[in-house]
């Protein structure tokens, strides 16, 4: 059984550094074909923020660019999200999801908020 679980968010100031992890279990991360980071403000849909693609490398939101990295760790099945610059519109719960032979998992969330 596939598990996502993020942790990592908390309360900042605006400029301040985050760093987000999702640990997997039930995953084979070598077979995994892509993993994003998505987030959802209240009351709206999640929006992509960042992408780990196999062999593609990595793609970002015009509106991270340069401020947030994803990178993995596949000796523990982790992927991570390192937030610098943070802004006040950067408040969200931020989820991964993973697509292994053409199923898609998605984690529970965790949250950041940025204070101005």
């Known amino acids: 059984q596939v598990q996502l679980v993020e942790s990592g968010g908390d309360l900042v100031q605006t400029g301040g550094s985050l760093r987000l992890s999702c640990a997997a279990s039930g995953v084979i991360f070598s077979s995994v074909s892509q993993m994003d980071w998505y987030r959802q403000a209240p009351g709206k849909q999640p929006t992509f923020v960042a992408r780990?693609?196999?062999?593609?490398?990595?793609y970002y939101a015009n509106s991270v660019k340069g401020r947030f990295t994803v990178s993995a760790d596949a000796a523990n099945n982790t992927l991570y999200l390192q937030m610098n610059s943070l802004l006040p519109e950067d408040t969200a719960v931020y989820l991964c999801?993973?697509?292994?032979?053409?199923?898609?998992?998605w984690g529970q969330g965790t949250q950041v908020t940025v204070s101005s």
């Open positions: 999801k993973m697509d292994q032979a053409g199923h898609t998992y």
């Open positions: 780990l693609a196999r062999n593609l490398g990595t």
